[in-house]
């Protein structure tokens, strides 16, 4: 039991200073590295160079290999191919211990504290400074010396807390202060940002400015180019699992940036004008509010009409649609066509015509290892054909086939389960799904989230025909450029609250990203 | 040249954790040994003035005697609860020790000093076995040991054939049913020993840690560089050791062993009701050992007072089923963050629509 | 098929093409074949007197038939990822209240039929606790598992009920029909048919098997996963109550003491049978050919010499060997097993490796 202590502390490490101030600069690169998962291709002899005292940030798609890549980086991955070569030597079959060890630490997107334990605890685990008994662990030191590392970092919390009361933005800031306790001078940051608010985005960069001056090595990745454009020193481009293109910031723009990004100019898609001052309302949401989540939101939508729902994350975008479809509760009246829908739940509402597609396909959306066909049928069981009290293969098979066909889903059988399909082709499945509900309202989150460019169109195409088949259309979409193609009008939500309303021609770029910070138009 | 000063402006404090507003009834439960043995006391007290024998000292040493193999188990059982696992196998570890030691014992007058380490030594080799299908065929761990408790069971069967052990030396005897001093029995000692070193590993060392590390986290624990699977193992191992101590306190502690020995108490599921009660929990990464110490003893308490009250003593195992269904309901409770009227009120405008919980990692 | 055709993919042929579910179940038919081909021709004795002798093979049925009704019906429980622990002991009960309302003056088929539907009912309430507050099936059903025994030799006293009509005894226990095929195991063939189809074939089974897969995702597309749990449980206990009558008509005596000492062959049967104990994946063919694989195992090797201690070794071992098995073929597809091993070995994380690259 012992042994397994001794081998992953070896004699002399300990804590490093909260200060970084003992550390060497290096460079860190990664020549030729392959990698894939399951036979699909994450990264193909890609290359990229990390230099001391600059953020480097990889940009690209989703599904480009950015996150591979510095996962291979970090150790979590093992490549196929490629050498890592940290200051001139050369690492060899690296898992997150030894990166650590030779000073490299990843904060992972979404932090993974252990939940259970004390917020020190999670600060020092791995690297539990030493009393002076054989094996013993030294709680007092500990204690003391947590709050300096989280005052370099900005974290101000009691080190006593458990993990679980901590919040996203003080997690990843956690995660800084390990680093730091880990000695590292190596830091990446997958998409940090991209559950923070602004303000905890600000507080985030600070310190990555600061870590620059001493002379860390930081990588970052983000999708806000705009965020891009404002902490990069350097900017490479992944884009199918390659690099394609090194720029500098202040040498380039953000629609060569973009195109390097897609590979190809975007084919420019018009807004669609429609007259839907006849249609009748389909939706109406009445005062519905949910304690902390939000309050008082109240809109109401047309049959055909695309309505908007604009915010950050965490503004509550995702909470109101939740509960409109009946995930979690909340106060407050919502009337489907006329009729007030109470009792809300999932099943009540697919069966009064209202259907949402959430925007975390992979837990709340696909069954990964179900075959594509039973991902078709999954939300329309009750009403599938039977005979008797039986259900008919034939007949459901024939269903999902033309489900399928309708949002053009790829696939080599209706037989292979879901996960084997790419992120597009799931979420066109997802698309067969709900359409299959025959709804009335449709609730649509990040609908392109996770897809690739061709499916992106699409998904657009498919979300314009569902609209001129008469069917209320309430989109949610971190993508400002979506809205703006796809809506008729526009909500903003801020903190919980409808702030403004664009419709028309008037729904552009500048506006909503002002609108989703809560300022007020005129 | 200087550190990176002068500091950040502080994060504001994000969502404010409840923790301020627990309570009274938060804070008692919260303290699960605390709790315990107030119950503890309180069944002893109640039934003592019911029936003045339930306090005699001999039936004091008795009851502290009697609950040993179980504490050693529940022991062990927490620290793979800690480390998200369960083992099933503990009963029948537990008798292949017993039944081993007893026949040497019985045919050769064997030391109850050599008896020990190879009782331990039993314990940890059937408990790396469980380990090792744990982490290198990654079958669930209740699978694994509802596998290894049979064929262990079958090992048990098989070393026995068809004796079984009767006599043991007069020197077991002693350690198994007389006192140290007063009214301590000799058996206490190593169900305490064993309870004091592993809550000192577990709170004090960077082993014990790792436990509750992997066991809150598994992927966080790989990611921050401990090394998961050796930890697994480690866990496994050391839950093996102690039911084979628990294998040599039962045969002393009974005089004698048999096929049978354990898996017809079904010791196994009174170890993780023990382990439960005493505030571990199967999801992981929380709990402790003195918490099922107490547990142990208070499940031995509690049953001997129901006889004691003239309850029939089939309904021993009913009454630790519903102490199991009120600690799980206490622990459902305290992680719930919302008052008990809340809670209950949300339950029920719940009704048919749930909000689902996000499976995070393995579940069992 | 309307679907396009994907861009160049080999496609798999034979054995390689069919799914996980349906290799498994192919693997345990062989099994099952080469079990009766050793017997039948190694065992001279495996046949006994014929088909209609008690001591062959429809005859050893009545050893081990009512432990596959349990195994079916802890199968719905492991199908939507919960497990049902009381089910051995819910059997003792069942037999156990059976009898006492038999000698109570009931007749015997109303109390066969109120036993089931109580049993039934008990189910429903720990459904009810574990979806109401949201605990472990495993800890309730356990907690269960106790009151029920508890409850079962409480009510039949210091003398287990005997003396149940000859009828009875016939048609659940040990009578035959036409002196050869055994009535228990038209039981058991009606109770498969109808597992079979309610998993396979109905709306609640297709439910349960999605919540098993994903209970979030189910409960995003509409299934009513409480509703559907708690089924499961009711299906569970009604399962093993009829077990339990097949147990008391068999020994002609209700015992509580039975029960329990067959929920763990249950479950072994159940996961040989290839359902994923964390739900979802299987097949009930599978878990119906994997009980008989289990059952006339030991029939069959105590008939070759071999003692029941051995017996239960083997099934232990099959369990653990086959899972292994299992494990390394589904994860490990394509790669040598060298290096599967050698990945596993090394300080890889504890869950599977990711399978999609989507948030790269």
Request: some cysteine; charged content about 15%.
């Amino acid at each position: 039991m012992s042994i397994a202590v001794r081998r992953h502390q070896p004699a002399g490490v300990r804590p490093g200073p909260p200060d970084g101030s003992d550390y060497v600069p290096s460079s860190y690169e990664a020549r030729q590295i392959a990698k894939s998962f399951a036979g699909a291709r994450a990264l193909t002899g890609a290359s990229v160079r990390f230099e001391p005292g600059t953020i480097h940030t990889l940009v690209g798609e989703n599904g480009a290999g950015k996150s591979t890549m510095l996962k291979v980086m970090a150790g979590v991955h093992r490549p196929d191919a490629g050498e890592l070569i940290l200051g001139g030597e050369q690492l060899r079959s690296l898992t997150p211990r030894t990166a650590q060890q030779h000073g490299i630490y990843l904060v992972p997107q979404e932090p993974t504290l252990m939940a259970t334990l004390s917020a020190v605890e999670n600060l020092f685990v791995g690297i539990l400074p030493r009393a002076r008994l054989p094996f013993s662990v030294d709680w007092r030191a500990m204690t003391q010396t947590a709050g300096s590392y989280f005052e370099q970092v900005g974290l101000d919390v009691d080190p006593r807390q458990p993990a679980s009361t901590l919040s996203i933005a003080q997690q990843q800031l956690l995660e800084c202060a390990r680093a730091l306790v880990h000695r590292c001078n190596v830091i990446f940051f997958d998409e940090p940002t991209s559950s923070l608010t602004a303000h905890e985005t600000e507080v985030l960069f600070d310190l990555m400015r600061r870590l620059r001056g001493r002379s860390f090595t930081l990588g970052f990745i983000s999708h806000r180019l705009d965020e891009v454009f404002e902490i990069s020193d350097r900017i490479t481009v992944l884009r199918d699992a390659q690099i394609v293109a090194e720029f500098l910031p202040d040498k380039v723009t953000r629609e060569e940036l973009v195109t390097a990004m897609v590979g190809k100019e975007i084919a420019k898609r018009e807004r669609r004008h429609r007259d839907l001052s006849g249609a009748e309302t389909a939706l109406e949401v009445d005062g519905l509010s949910a304690s902390r989540a939000f309050s008082e939101i109240s809109f109401s939508v047309r049959r055909g009409e695309v309505l908007g729902l604009a915010g950050l994350v965490g503004s509550g975008r995702t909470e109101i649609a939740e509960s409109i479809f009946g995930v979690r509760p909340a106060t407050g009246g919502v009337v489907l066509e006329g009729r007030p829908f109470r009792r809300r739940s999932p099943a009540s509402a697919i069966a009064a015509g209202l259907i949402y597609l959430p925007e975390d396909r992979g837990h709340h959306g696909v069954f990964a290892n179900v075959e594509l066909e039973r991902n078709i049928t999954a939300a329309t069981v009750g009403v599938l054909p039977r005979f008797g009290p039986l259900l008919r293969p034939a007949a459901e098979k024939e269903i999902a086939a033309k489900a399928a066909e309708r949002t053009r889903v790829r696939a080599a059988s209706l037989q292979i389960p879901i996960k084997s399909l790419s992120g597009g082709n799931q979420q066109r499945a997802m698309f067969s799904r709900w359409l299959l509900a025959e709804p009335k309202v449709a609730i649509f989150d990040e609908p392109t989230r996770g897809v690739d460019v061709g499916a992106k169109a699409d998904i657009y195409s498919i979300i314009d025909s569902i609209s001129d088949s008469g069917i209320a259309i309430v989109i949610i979409s971190s993508e400002l450029e979506e809205l703006v193609l796809l809506c008729d009008r526009v909500i903003a939500i801020y903190e919980g609250r409808v702030v403004s309303e664009v419709a028309g021609d008037e729904i552009t770029l500048e506006r909503l990203g002002s609108m989703i910070v809560g300022e007020v138009a005129k | 040249m200087t550190g990176i000063s002068p500091s950040l402006p502080p994060m504001p404090a994000g969502r404010a954790p409840a923790r301020q507003r627990r309570s009274a009834l938060r804070r008692l439960l919260a303290q699960r040994e605390l709790l315990l043995v107030a119950l503890t006391l309180a069944v002893f007290l109640v039934t003592f003035a019911v029936n003045s024998g339930f306090g005699t000292s001999g039936n004091i040493s008795f009851l502290l005697a009697d609950a040993m193999p179980l504490a050693i188990l529940a022991v062990g059982q927490s620290i793979v609860c800690i480390v998200r696992g369960i083992d099933l196998s503990v009963a029948s570890i537990l008798g292949v020790a017993a039944v081993s030691t007893g026949f040497l014992a019985q045919d050769h007058n064997a030391s109850v000093w050599l008896m020990l380490p190879l009782a331990l030594a039993i314990g940890v080799c059937l408990g790396l076995i469980n380990g090792l299908f744990v982490v290198l065929a990654r079958i669930p761990p209740i699978i694994v040991t509802l596998g290894t408790l049979i064929v262990y069971q079958g090992v048990q069967l098989l070393i026995c054939g068809s004796r079984t052990v009767v006599t043991v030396p007069t020197f077991y005897i002693t350690l198994g049913n007389r006192n140290l001093f007063s009214d301590i029995p000799y058996m206490l000692v190593p169900g305490l020993l064993v309870t004091v070193l592993m809550a000192i590993l577990l709170r004090r060392t960077s082993w014990g840690r790792s436990l509750y590390a992997v066991g809150s986290n598994a992927d966080a624990a790989f990611r921050a560089g401990i090394r998961v699977n050796a930890v697994l193992l480690s866990a496994y191992a050391v839950c093996g050791m102690l039911a084979g101590l628990g294998g040599l306190a039962f045969l002393v502690h009974y005089d004698s062993a048999n096929g049978q020995s354990g898996i017809e108490t079904n010791i196994q599921l009174w170890s993780i009701a023990a382990a439960l009660i005493g505030g571990t929990t199967l999801t992981g990464g929380k709990g402790g050992v003195v918490g099922s110490f107490i547990a142990a003893l208070f499940l031995e308490v509690t049953i001997e007072a129901v006889i004691v009250l003239g309850v029939p003593q089939v309904w021993d195992s009913a009454a630790v089923g519903i102490l199991l269904l009120a600690a799980i309901l206490v622990d459902r409770y305290q992680s719930s963050g919302t008052s008990l009227r809340q809670l209950l009120a949300a339950t029920l405008a719940r009704g048919a629509q749930q909000r689902p919980e996000r499976v995070t990692g393995e579940r069992r | 098929m309307s679907v396009a055709t994907q861009p160049a993919k080999p496609t798999r042929r034979g054995w390689r093409a069919l799914d996980t579910n349906t290799r498994w179940l192919l693997s345990l038919v062989g099994i099952l074949v080469a079990e009766l081909l050793y017997f039948n021709l190694g065992v001279s004795t495996f046949w006994g007197g014929g088909w209609g002798n008690p001591n062959s093979l429809l005859g050893y049925g009545e050893y081990f038939l009512f432990t596959s009704m349990m195994a079916l019906g802890v199968m719905f429980v492991i199908f939507a990822g919960d497990i049902d622990l009381s089910v051995g002991a819910m059997s003792g009960f069942a037999g156990v209240m059976m009898a006492e309302f038999h000698l109570g003056g009931m007749n015997i088929w109303l109390a066969v039929v109120l036993s089931v539907v109580l049993c039934a009912v008990i189910g429903l309430i720990q459904g009810l606790i574990i979806t109401f507050f949201k605990l472990e099936s495993l800890l309730v059903t356990l907690a269960g598992w106790f009151i029920l025994q508890s409850a079962a030799v409480a009510w039949e006293g210091p003398v287990p009920p005997y003396n149940l009509p000859s009828g009875f005894e016939s048609a659940l226990g040990t009578g035959t029909i036409g002196g050869t095929i055994p009535s228990q195991l038209i039981v058991f063939a009606v109770l498969a048919v109808l597992a079979t189809l309610i998993v396979h074939r109905s709306r609640f089974g297709r439910q349960l098997v999605l919540i098993g897969h994903n209970r979030d995702a189910a409960a995003y597309a509409g299934v009513r996963v409480s509703l559907t749990r708690i089924r499961a449980f009711v299906l569970s206990a009604t399962f093993a109550a009829i077990a339990g009558m097949c147990v008391a008509a068999t020994y002609g005596t209700a015992r509580d003491d039975l029960g329990p000492t067959l929920l763990l062959p249950a479950i072994t049967a159940v996961v040989l049978g290839g359902v994923d104990i964390f739900g979802g994946a299987g097949l009930v063919p599978g878990v119906i050919v994997a009980s008989f694989i289990l059952g006339w195992l030991t029939p069959g090797l105590l008939q070759d010499g071999v003692s029941d201690t051995w017996t239960s070794i083997a099934i232990g071992i099959l369990l653990l060997g086959s899972l292994t098995a299992k494990g390394m073929s589904d994860r490990g597809q394509g790669t040598l097993l060298r290096e599967r091993l050698r990945a596993r070995l090394g300080t890889g994380p504890p869950t599977s490796p990711p399978t999609s690259v989507d948030s790269a």
